[in-house]
DNA sequence: TGTTAGCACTCGGATTAAATGAGTGCTAAC
DNA sequence: GTTAGCACTCATTTAATCCGAGTGCTAACA
């Protein structure tokens, strides 16, 4: 059996219906809320066939129908497809240049919650690939140098060194002379070990200063897998849905939203997956995060930049308003991409 | 009427008996309970004048009787003066250093949570009256110029600056050596107008650059007020009391945590309270923050050294288990004294 | 005067039973 | 292929009932 043109319908039907209610839909109500005029029975029918082909279920004998998983993607699926040429004029958020990053972060996670009445998730723009921009070694005092590392996108990282000689100004003069020189404008992949042995060499008695400062800035550019940095906003949300309020499973979604590196697991399929710059539907189980798998998740990739690309999300029901949180989500993205042209 | 012994000791079990179960308690459930041999005929009119002296209440008629936040508050202040003397000997927490402040909070936080069963918080210490340690301006390219502050503890800030004339090296050079010379050493309330003054003048031209060098040392001695960093864990220990668990209660809780801003003015309190470093209880409408006003809170306030103080905050149910809370605070402030004195 | 046994009474919560009604599948007629 | 009709199912709602923990009060006791 195949899928038709008006079991598409029904289909449909049945899931915004049921993103409205929450409820479990029966077959007179899609009679009345379709434009196909078809009786009850006739509806019946097809969702005997709809529920034969996996597309929606009974949670038991004698109740309406849901969508299943299956169901919900076909729905985002044809929904999408519908949206792709489709360029989208959303409320301007009031998205201004901020002067901290993360307090910009911040503020775009809770504008999108609140927009949206569901959860929202943001990570900092990974720097993959960035360039370093500026280094300098300082002295602080006897044994405490201090190494500051700025990157495109003007992020800044500090790494505090240790040392046990004494170094005077010119050896430090020195050394920032050559490590502006030789690591200046260069990102990650390009710094490789030839440069880094060649760096030691020139430092002599003091590699292993220029060990510990390559390290920092290492650290600087690739930014810490592990800590990917995550902001959310509007966790309470989840509170509005009945289906994810019981006890355990809201219980599992706020740990995965306190303890952020479970969401970086999301953070990161999503920017693997995204070529380029797409919109992304996780449905239920399809999550790779197993705790929030009664969650729909919509992801989005932005990116502030070459190289700097991060991801916004928004973690909801199931039954959430797809449609509104695409929009929402492109929206936003555009903005962001206006945000940094003006940023420059 | 006076509470006396006796009315103490019943009164106490009662506390106990529900911390442990949750569950109102009744006459007969305290006369087995305490070692008075008392029947519970005897400890019934007993209650009716705890009751009647507020320590006690009942959620209805034919209910047994549960402690009021009076109660509570009797309760916390008889153990507290009980521990007054005793050096507390808790289990080691292996904290070791960390290279990163943030890191180490969070640990901390986490640590609490898991031992204790109920959410945990805690601020980064605040550095006010903190002392500048190294002050350096650099140039980043033709308009930009980076400040990098390091205040006692080790605690770094950056502010990029942006200038419309270009500086020559020499000029840095001596902006460098003016700021440290009369900065360095200081802390924020020892820097006044007048000396402000007395920098811009020696600046000449640059007093602007000056004035925004002045400003971010500010920012980064006194640390902005109102982003009090706050780290939190174990948000979902609440779903294992369900009288927080409900969701207009939980979802109040939950919103508090994670917009920290609300808790700030919970650690702010504490700090000012605490004479020297004690560790307060606020039992439910006592706490400053009106949305957790169904949980007690026991705060205790750590010191990194002079000046730099946090708080360290546990968030419960009314019916915690304070004394091994109590215990744990305790046993954690010491270790975190400890901590400073090996970083140092 | 303080303590205790006994008893009637209260009331929230659990249990059970019945009523309700939304929704289904199937059949037969159009 | 569509539809009306009907018997059947079953979660949910409502009402009725029971149960028992716990109280307050009184009278007797030490």
Same mark, same amino acid.
């Given at each position: ?13 049945i ?9 479990p839909v ?7 809320? %379709? ?12 969702m005997?066939?709809l529920e034969?082909?996996?597309?929606i279920l009974q ?5 309406g129908r849901i ?98 000689? $004494? ?36 430092? !002599? ?17 690739? !930014? ?7 902001? %959310?906003? !509007? ?36 920017? %693997? ?8 539907? $996780? ?18 990739? $932005? ?12 973690? !909801? ?28």
């Amino acid at each position: 059996m195949e899928i038709d043109a008006r079991k598409m319908k029904i289909l449909q039907a049945i899931v915004r219906n049921y993103l409205e209610t929450g409820e479990p839909v029966g077959s007179r109500t899609i009679s009345k809320y %379709t434009d196909l005029n078809l009786s009850s029975a006739t509806i019946r029918n097809e969702m005997a066939d709809l529920e034969e082909l996996g597309y929606i279920l009974q949670p038991h004998t004698s109740a309406g129908r849901i969508p299943s998983d299956k169901g919900y993607r076909l729905y985002v699926d044809t929904m999408m497809a519908e949206k792709e040429q489709e360029v989208n004029e959303m409320k301007e958020l009031l998205l201004e240049k901020e002067e901290k990053m993360d307090a910009m972060l911040k503020r775009v996670a809770k504008i999108l919650a609140n927009d949206t009445n569901y959860a929202a998730m943001i990570s900092a723009p990974a720097v993959q690939g960035n360039k370093v921009k500026f280094i300098q070694l300082s002295r602080v005092d006897k044994h405490q140098l201090i190494a500051v590392i700025m990157v495109e996108g003007n992020i800044i990282k500090n790494n505090i060194i240790h040392v046990n000689d $004494y170094l005077d100004d010119e050896t430090i003069l020195k050394l920032n002379i050559m490590l502006n020189s030789s690591l200046g404008g260069l990102s990650i992949s390009e710094i490789n070990l030839a440069m880094i042995a060649q760096l030691k060499h020139q430092a !002599g008695v003091h590699e292993d200063i220029i060990s510990d400062v390559i390290d920092a800035v290492a650290d600087a550019i690739k !930014g810490n897998d592990e800590d990917l940095e995550i902001y %959310t906003s !509007g966790a309470k949300n989840i509170f509005r849905y009945p289906e994810l309020a019981d006890n355990q499973k809201a219980s599992e979604i706020i740990d995965a939203f306190e303890e952020k590196q479970m969401l970086s697991s999301l953070v990161k399929e999503t920017l %693997t997956n995204s070529e380029s710059r797409g919109i992304q539907v $996780y449905i239920g189980e399809e999550s790779p995060v197993s705790t929030i798998k009664d969650c729909s998740v919509v992801t989005a990739t $932005y990116e502030l930049g070459e190289g700097m690309r991060g991801t916004i999300g928004i973690i !909801g029901p199931k039954r959430m308003d797809y449609e509104k949180v695409v929009d929402s989500l492109k929206g936003l993205m555009h903005q962001l991409d206006n945000l940094y042209d003006k940023n420059e």
